[in-house]
């Protein structure tokens, strides 16, 4: 048997323990791959930050160097500008010509340090390198390669440009009165500009707030502008194509139109061509024109190109970081060692946690084989501990209730084996002719019958209750008229047994108790309690019913109260040690099942099931020889108690005959 539970076992990749097995080796791989990627990343970025290859630093630095030179058409003066920018940055910075001539240098010895072969960039204001500034398109066309700071002949002179401003505020004004928001942003040459708030100039066109006159070029701009289209035209009749007119933002339209020389006759300007004759060739040459005669122009105000060196304060440089074969080695050996550890760990922390759990799926297969289980060791008080302490209290108690239905089948048989053999008996001696069938005999017959009946009418009781099918009619009733009902259907009994029977009434000044709840079953749970009363109490003794609000007082609403039955009686008592078991299904300290004293041992179990419907509880008090006393509890109030409709209704409210221990 042992060896088939083996045989039984998962496989490794499906068993718990080696898909913790595999999760564990993943999890380890990855991490250790994720923390050399990560260590590799932050040795390099820190490498790459103290070389002065952090771009945020390093665009700052050059965007303003590029500023300097776009502004000036020399060096000279830089020095302080370098200085300012060193000390800001911490690092060295050097600027020297392309023939590596100095022009600068931050280093403050008599002898810097030599500075490294590779520049960290050239800063030409003609020709940006577009990595590192902020300043032009990304694009990567040629013409966007120039600083827009670099104006040269563009730059407006003073009076110009408070003109232009005055013009500009003026106009502004007039957008601001007409509901447009515009700001007014000054470009490097000195000329404002109208910027319209939500980007929307079809809006100014519908208005009467002019902006002519910023639009226009002044006569300096204007002068400008005819010495860079006369160096474009010269590029274009050099390649034999037609010159153009270019406008104060650089585009160009056809045919450019001589100007009259002064005290001369003007001369008739040759037609422009029309926009679709221009062909793709055509509007690329004239934009390499444009772009070299531009470079051409500001060449003599802009600074020559330099090249600029960032460094640490010392002058020397970090290489790059390059993982070499010798700490490639290390790090697999170490990535070995902690998977080798983990894999290690697990498979003793796996082997833990998997040996309980074949022992709990070998005491489930002896379960399920019909063998008795012996309990699992539980030598933790963890998870799985628990789950071993579980399964052996689930085991316990299947053995409670297997015992227990079989003790159930045998008292069933039994009870109904008794009146079965009765009739039977009977009706034999009826058929051989040793017994009449007078009145005497089928009241015999009747009455086995009817103890036959009230047996199966408590076990579908019981079966309802215990599928959840015994459901209520609750409606309010007044308990005294409960107990006045079930004391007068028991009175012949109590009579003819010498016992007194009575319902006594509520105490003097108490409030007559109403409850909520189902006529029928709560008539057949006192019933039951009365007629077991009645059974063992001896002639002379009496039985007492009666019921109170738990708490209430005369003058006080008892909304929300508990409503207290009692049935009490003058008998024999219930020993310690079985009333415990008095509301056990078949359960009677009388093995003997002498009808005289018992009956089928059902009437409490019916009580119990009764009570717990109605959402109460039921108890039982008594001191031996000298009575008992059975107390119902059930909420007084409807929002307590169940309150749902009825799914199997009894035929008649008369009361089983429960036995008593």
């Known amino acids: ?117 590779q520049a960290s960039a050239i800063v030409d204001p003609l020709s940006v390198d577009t990595a590192l500034s902020r300043t032009v398109d ?94 474009a035209d010269a590029c274009l009749k050099r390649q034999d194509r037609p010159g153009v007119q270019l406008n104060l933002d650089l585009s160009w339209g056809g045919a450019s139109v001589p100007k009259p020389a002064a005290k001369a006759r003007a001369v008739t300007p040759t037609p422009e061509p029309p926009p679709s004759l221009r062909t793709d060739e055509d509007d690329r040459a004239t934009a390499s024109c444009v772009d070299t005669a531009r470079r051409e122009q500001l060449s003599s105000y802009v600074a020559s190109p330099a090249l600029l060196f960032i460094g640490d304060e010392d002058g020397t440089t970090v290489p790059g970081f390059d993982l070499s074969p010798a700490n490639t080695a290390k790090i697999a050996g170490a990535a070995a060692l902690v998977l080798a550890l983990t894999v290690g760990a697990t498979m003793l922390a796996g082997s833990r946690l998997a040996r309980p759990l074949h022992a709990l799926t070998g005491a489930a297969q002896r379960m399920r084989d019909g063998e008795d289980s012996e309990p699992v060791l539980v030598t933790d008080d963890n998870e799985i501990g628990r789950l071993a302490a579980a399964f052996n209290d689930m085991a316990g108690h299947r053995a409670r209730l297997e015992a227990q239905r079989k003790d159930m089948v045998s008292d069933v048989a039994h009870e109904l084996r008794t009146p079965l053999s009765n009739i039977r008996g009977w009706l034999e001696a009826a058929q051989d002719g040793l017994a009449e069938p007078d009145p005497a005999f089928i009241a015999s017959l009747h009455t086995e019958a009817v103890q036959l009946q009230h047996i199966i009418d408590d076990l579908q009781d019981l079966a309802a209750a215990d599928a959840g099918a015994l459901r209520l009619h609750p409606e309010q009733l007044h308990v005294e008229d409960v107990l006045a009902q079930v004391a007068a259907a028991h009175q012949a009994g109590a009579e003819t047994s010498g016992v007194a029977l009575s319902a006594l009434p509520a105490a003097d000044g108490m409030p007559s108790p109403v409850l909520w709840a189902d006529p029928v079953r709560l ?63 078949f359960w009677r300290a009388e093995k003997s099942r002498n009808r005289r ?65």
């Open 523 to 585: 008539r057949q749970a006192i019933g039951n309690l009365v007629s077991n009363a009645v059974r063992h109490t001896p002639p002379g003794g009496r039985v007492t019913v009666r019921a109170y609000d738990a708490g209430a007082s005369a003058d006080e609403a008892q909304a929300g109260r508990e409503v207290v039955i009692e049935v009490a009686d003058t008998g024999s008592g219930i020993s310690a040690e079985h009333l415990p078991h008095v509301f056990d299904r």
């Open 138 to 231: 990304r694009s990567g066309d040629a013409a966007d390669r120039v600083d827009p700071r670099a104006v040269g002949p563009f730059r407006l002179p003073a009076a110009e440009r408070k003109a232009l401003q005055h013009a500009a505020d003026r106009s502004a004004a007039c957008l601001s009165r007409v509901g447009i928001a515009a700001d007014v942003v000054t470009g490097p040459s000195g000329r404002p500009r109208m910027e319209i708030v939500g980007n929307d100039p079809d809006r100014v066109q519908n208005t009467r707030c002019t902006t002519d006159e910023l639009d226009s070029p002044t006569a300096t701009e204007q002068k400008a502008l005819d010495a860079l289209n006369q160096l």
């Open 597 to 661: 004293t018992g009956g089928s041992g059902l009437g409490l179990a019916i009580v119990r099931k009764l009570v717990e419907a109605h959402g109460g509880s039921v108890s039982a008090a008594s001191v031996e020889g000298q009575g008992s006393v059975f107390t119902l509890r059930l909420p007084a109030d409807a929002a307590d108690a169940p309150g749902r409709a009825t799914a199997m209704d009894p035929a008649d409210d008369s009361p089983t005959a429960p036995d008593r221990a």
């Open 1 to 117: 048997m042992r060896r088939d539970r083996r045989r039984n076992r998962p496989p490794l990749r499906k068993s718990l323990f080696g898909r913790l097995l595999a999760v564990s080796a993943l999890v380890a791989a990855c991490s250790v791959a994720a923390t050399a990627w990560l260590a590799v990343q932050t040795t390099s970025g820190a490498i790459k930050q103290e070389q002065g290859q952090n771009l945020t630093a390093d665009a700052r630095i050059y965007n303003t160097l590029l500023g300097y030179a776009a502004g000036h058409p020399t060096w000279e003066g830089v020095d302080d500008t370098v200085r300012d920018l060193a000390r800001q940055s911490g690092r060295r910075i050097a600027l020297t010509t392309e023939q590596r001539r100095p022009l600068a240098d931050s280093a403050s010895r008599p002898a810097p340090p030599a500075l490294p072969p």
